[in-house]
């Protein structure tokens, strides 16, 4: 087997982009492109999303969350492609993207509803647009080319991104996707995190194509292959991609590579398919995504130990009160099952809600 | 005023009347642009309204259908094509997981106002997969609705009403009938609600339930029953097979005391059981003898040569009533 998989796979088909070494230098001249503040606040997103992640980790050990799929060691890639948004961009998440789907706006109270179970947790603030977290992989793909095409035949200036992972590029809607964003143009943004693995699969055993980004190639379209752990180069990638899309250049397929330390979910046991402590220590000392971000604010003397305790105290009262707001949100109730399945609620639906009462109440059960 | 259409030519005149009152209607689909769809339901239209709102896309279902979405989520109305049903298989993701899901995921926040149309249906002498009635597949998915008209007033009628439905509708449109006989059709815009059944014509003695190329069937085998026999049959087009017009089926059966359910679909799980079903539920008491299905059989659809054998034919649907009435 080849093994053109590993961490950071051979650069010569098509170069990785990268602006923020793992040192926390800088190879371009920055002057005029990222300010501080925003350097500040892509700091202070990640540290937020990290602390949620951990968070949800444990709230899922404890039985107060269902599966939950964590995202660590991705932040970058996530927090610095939506950061790049405007506020009226659709987004298109897949399971993984909450962090992407929080720095676009949705509340941290939405999401750990969405991973309590609850019927609420797909709904995002007023005028916002960010689609529920996708299940089936590569189907989100098309819906985000769909929106873009309508923004560019009702002449709005939007984007649609879509996120998805390495194992999502073999499915036919990946294709398809491509294949029509190409064809009409549309202002899309295909964003691929590459971290390695689906599921259990490598990332040589799912393609034979050394990068996801060279299959732009294939359909004429803009491709970029960015280090995703690099915050500074995720975002000037998709502003440039927003950019293009706006200017009627059409899509851009990003492959951002990354690595997720964790399991792919808290269902799942990552030891019997990679060396998990090995890879995952590694990435952490070597490429993480915020401490690099970290050792280049302080080297400018924008960061300091003082600020970090405060930011961490901050970032973890702001989740806990999420979390008792999610608890105390009103619970779901299974009359809400029988809610939102067509617009005007047909005979069937609502006489089966009505037996369901009169079933509940005989039993003397709360329905 | 109405002339003498055809279904082909009342479905033209649905999308040609929408497209041109509303802006955000959109047909997307394989070959319907410059060659006008291969049944040519969407002739003409290009020329009228443009590349951008009648769109010759790749060929890829999923694409399709997926992208349909994605376009109806934003503020469009589209109109998709599926050449086949048969061929609806790749895009069928996209229709269970999304387009019928949407609204009930969101909890009312977005929605997907699509309409997808079809030709289905045996009877055309077409190559394999060309053939075939899968309604249940989505009459079984909540969120969509599926309709069937089986004459041009209701095909233009419906598929107004359909585009202007704010769910996902699956719209069968019976190849067979596509231009097997031309009736009046009003030249105004009108609307035939979906989810309503049409007595076709009243009777006492039996009803059969149809939809599609089989009401024409059904039809004439009532017809030669009543002179062959003096029994009358009230026959009942469905229309729309979810959501399913129950008073509409109840009251027939209530007065007639039996039925018969036609359709060419498969008869495991096919929409009859779903009929049969119902009576059982509301008209038991009303039954003299055991509901009646003529139907296809649990086989898939054969070549054309033997074609005619797998669909209900007059003599089977009379030997049903026959039965049913003998029992
Ligand atoms: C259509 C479909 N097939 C299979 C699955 C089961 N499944 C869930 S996640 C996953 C792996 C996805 O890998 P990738 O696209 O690389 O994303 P990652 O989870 O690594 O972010 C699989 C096979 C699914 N959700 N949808």
Same mark, same amino acid.
């Given at each position: 087997?080849?093994?053109?998989?590993?961490?950071?796979?051979?650069?010569?088909?098509?170069?990785?982009?990268?602006?923020?070494?793992?040192?926390?230098?800088?190879?371009?001249?920055?002057?005029?492109? $990222?300010?501080?503040?925003?350097?500040?606040?892509?700091?202070?997103?990640?540290?937020?999303?990290?602390?949620?992640?951990?968070?949800? %980790? !444990?709230?899922?050990?404890?039985?107060?969350?269902?599966?939950?799929?964590?995202?660590?060691?991705?932040?970058?890639?996530?927090?610095? /492609?939506?950061?790049?948004?405007?506020?009226?961009?659709?987004?298109?998440?897949?399971?993984?993207?909450?962090?992407?789907?929080?720095?676009?706006?949705?509340?941290?109270?939405?999401?750990?509803?969405?991973?309590?179970?609850?019927?609420?947790?797909?709904?995002?603030?007023?005028?916002?647009?960010?689609?529920?977290?996708?299940?089936? $992989?590569?189907?989100?793909?098309?819906?985000?080319?769909?929106?873009?095409?309508? +923004?560019?035949?009702?002449?709005?200036?939007?984007? +649609?991104?879509?996120?998805?992972?390495?194992?999502?590029? /073999?499915?036919?809607?990946?294709?398809?996707?491509?294949?029509?964003?190409?064809?009409?143009?549309?202002?899309? !943004?295909?964003?691929?995190?590459?971290?390695?693995?689906?599921? /259990?699969?490598?990332?040589?055993?799912? /393609?034979?194509?050394?990068?996801?980004?060279?299959?732009?190639?294939?359909?004429?379209?803009?491709?970029?292959?960015?280090?995703?752990?690099?915050?500074?180069?995720?975002?000037?990638?998709?502003?440039?991609? !927003?950019?293009?899309?706006?200017?009627?250049?059409?899509?851009? @397929?990003?492959?951002?590579?990354?690595?997720?330390?964790?399991?792919?979910?808290?269902?799942?046991?990552?030891?019997?398919?990679?060396?998990?402590?090995?890879?995952?220590?590694?990435?952490?000392?070597?490429?993480?995504?915020?401490?690099? %971000?970290?050792?280049? @604010?302080?080297?400018?003397?924008?960061?300091?130990?003082?600020?970090?305790?405060? @930011?961490?105290?901050?970032?973890?009262?702001? $989740?806990?009160?999420?979390?008792?707001?999610?608890?105390?949100?009103?619970?779901?109730?299974?009359?809400?099952?029988?809610?939102?399945?067509?617009?005007?609620?047909?005979?069937?639906?609502?006489?089966?809600?009505?037996?369901?009462?009169?079933?509940?109440?005989?039993?003397? $059960?709360?329905? | 005023?109405?002339?003498?259409?055809?279904?082909?030519?009342?479905?033209?005149?649905?999308?040609?009347?929408?497209?041109?009152?509303?802006?955000?209607?959109?047909?997307?689909?394989?070959?319907?642009?410059? &060659?006008?769809?291969?049944?040519?339901?969407?002739?003409?239209?290009?020329?009228?309204?443009?590349?951008?709102?009648?769109?010759?896309?790749?060929?890829?279902?999923?694409?399709?259908?997926?992208?349909?979405?994605?376009?109806?989520?934003?503020?469009?109305?589209?109109?998709?094509?599926?050449?086949?049903?048969?061929?609806?298989?790749? =895009?069928?993701?996209?229709?269970?997981?999304?387009?019928?899901?949407?609204?009930?995921?969101?909890?009312?926040?977005?929605?997907?106002?699509?309409?997808?149309?079809?030709?289905?249906?045996?009877?055309?002498?077409?190559?394999?997969?060309?053939?075939?009635?899968?309604?249940?597949?989505?009459?079984?998915?909540?969120?969509?609705?599926?309709?069937?008209?089986? &004459?041009?007033?209701?095909?233009?009628?419906?598929?107004?009403?359909?585009?202007?439905?704010?769910?996902?509708?699956?719209?069968?449109?019976?190849?067979?009938?596509?231009?097997?006989?031309?009736?009046?059709?009003?030249?105004?815009?009108?609307?035939?609600?979906?989810?309503?059944?049409?007595?076709?014509?009243?009777? &006492?003695?039996?009803? *059969?339930?149809?939809?599609?190329?089989?009401?024409?069937?059904?039809?004439?085998?009532?017809?030669?029953?009543?002179?062959?026999? =003096?029994?009358? #049959?009230?026959? *009942?087009?469905?229309?729309?097979?979810?959501?399913?017009?129950?008073?509409?089926?109840?009251?027939?059966?209530?007065?007639?005391?039996?039925? #018969?359910?036609?359709?060419?679909?498969?008869?495991?799980?096919?929409?009859?059981?779903? *009929?049969?079903?119902?009576? &059982?539920?509301?008209?038991?008491?009303?039954?003299?003898?055991?509901?009646?299905?003529?139907?296809?059989?649990?086989?898939?659809?054969?070549?054309?040569?033997?074609?005619?054998?797998?669909?209900?034919?007059?003599?089977? *649907?009379?030997?049903?009533?026959?039965?049913?009435?003998?029992?």
């Amino acid at each position: 087997m080849k093994t053109h998989t590993s961490i950071l796979p051979a650069d010569h088909v098509l170069e990785m982009y990268q602006v923020l070494t793992s040192d926390g230098d800088v190879r371009e001249d920055l002057e005029g492109r $990222i300010d501080e503040s925003l350097m500040l606040k892509m700091y202070e997103n990640m540290v937020l999303v990290r602390a949620f992640d951990r968070k949800s %980790l !444990i709230l899922q050990r404890q039985g107060r969350l269902g599966t939950y799929a964590p995202f660590e060691g991705q932040e970058a890639s996530q927090v610095g /492609s939506a950061m790049a948004l405007s506020p009226g961009d659709w987004l298109f998440p897949t399971y993984r993207d909450h962090a992407a789907a929080i720095t676009h706006g949705q509340p941290l109270m939405r999401v750990f509803l969405y991973w309590m179970g609850h019927m609420e947790g797909t709904v995002c603030p007023e005028g916002k647009k960010i689609m529920p977290y996708c299940v089936p $992989i590569a189907t989100q793909m098309l819906h985000a080319v769909g929106t873009a095409w309508a +923004s560019k035949l009702k002449g709005e200036k939007n984007v +649609s991104i879509a996120y998805f992972g390495d194992g999502a590029s /073999s499915e036919g809607d990946f294709h398809e996707a491509l294949n029509f964003a190409g064809v009409y143009k549309a202002p899309v !943004i295909f964003f691929c995190q590459n971290n390695g693995f689906a599921i /259990s699969t490598p990332f040589a055993r799912q /393609s034979a194509s050394r990068t996801i980004a060279q299959r732009a190639a294939a359909y004429d379209i803009k491709g970029v292959r960015v280090d995703g752990n690099d915050i500074f180069a995720v975002w000037l990638t998709v502003k440039e991609a !927003i950019e293009r899309g706006l200017a009627g250049e059409g899509p851009t @397929l990003i492959e951002a590579v990354t690595f997720r330390y964790g399991a792919h979910t808290t269902a799942d046991d990552p030891t019997k398919y990679r060396d998990q402590e090995t890879l995952s220590q590694e990435w952490r000392t070597k490429r993480d995504p915020i401490l690099r %971000l970290r050792m280049f @604010l302080e080297k400018r003397d924008l960061w300091d130990e003082k600020r970090e305790i405060q @930011l961490q105290k901050e970032v973890s009262e702001k $989740i806990d009160a999420a979390f008792q707001e999610a608890m105390n949100y009103p619970k779901s109730q299974p009359d809400d099952m029988f809610r939102h399945v067509y617009a005007d609620t047909p005979w069937q639906i609502r006489e089966q809600q009505q037996e369901f009462h009169r079933v509940c109440k005989k039993d003397g $059960i709360k329905a | 005023m109405s002339r003498q259409l055809t279904i082909i030519q009342a479905i033209k005149e649905a999308l040609d009347q929408k497209m041109a009152e509303d802006q955000r209607v959109m047909l997307l689909g394989e070959d319907i642009g410059v &060659n006008g769809g291969v049944f040519r339901a969407t002739e003409g239209l290009l020329e009228k309204y443009g590349s951008a709102r009648v769109v010759d896309t790749p060929l890829a279902e999923s694409g399709i259908v997926g992208s349909a979405i994605g376009l109806a989520l934003n503020g469009m109305i589209p109109v998709v094509e599926i050449q086949f049903l048969a061929f609806i298989y790749p =895009g069928f993701e996209q229709i269970v997981s999304h387009a019928a899901r949407m609204r009930f995921r969101t909890r009312g926040q977005f929605h997907v106002p699509l309409v997808i149309r079809t030709p289905y249906g045996a009877g055309i002498r077409g190559p394999e997969l060309h053939s075939e009635s899968v309604e249940s597949f989505f009459v079984h998915t909540p969120g969509l609705k599926v309709v069937v008209p089986s &004459n041009p007033y209701d095909a233009k009628g419906m598929l107004i009403s359909a585009i202007e439905d704010p769910d996902p509708v699956i719209f069968l449109e019976p190849t067979r009938t596509y231009r097997a006989f031309k009736e009046e059709v009003p030249e105004e815009m009108y609307r035939v609600p979906l989810g309503k059944a049409r007595v076709i014509q009243e009777g &006492n003695d039996l009803s *059969i339930f149809a939809w599609g190329a089989m009401l024409r069937v059904a039809m004439n085998a009532a017809k030669q029953i009543e002179q062959e026999k =003096g029994w009358s #049959c009230e026959v *009942i087009d469905l229309r729309s097979l979810y959501p399913l017009d129950r008073d509409t089926i109840i009251q027939s059966v209530q007065k007639t005391g039996r039925a #018969c359910v036609v359709h060419e679909a498969h008869k495991t799980m096919g929409v009859g059981a779903e *009929i049969i079903s119902l009576i &059982n539920d509301e008209a038991l008491m009303y039954l003299k003898a055991p509901v009646k299905r003529i139907t296809g059989f649990d086989v898939p659809v054969p070549q054309f040569t033997i074609e005619d054998s797998y669909l209900p034919t007059e003599q089977r *649907i009379k030997e049903g009533i026959v039965e049913t009435i003998l029992f």
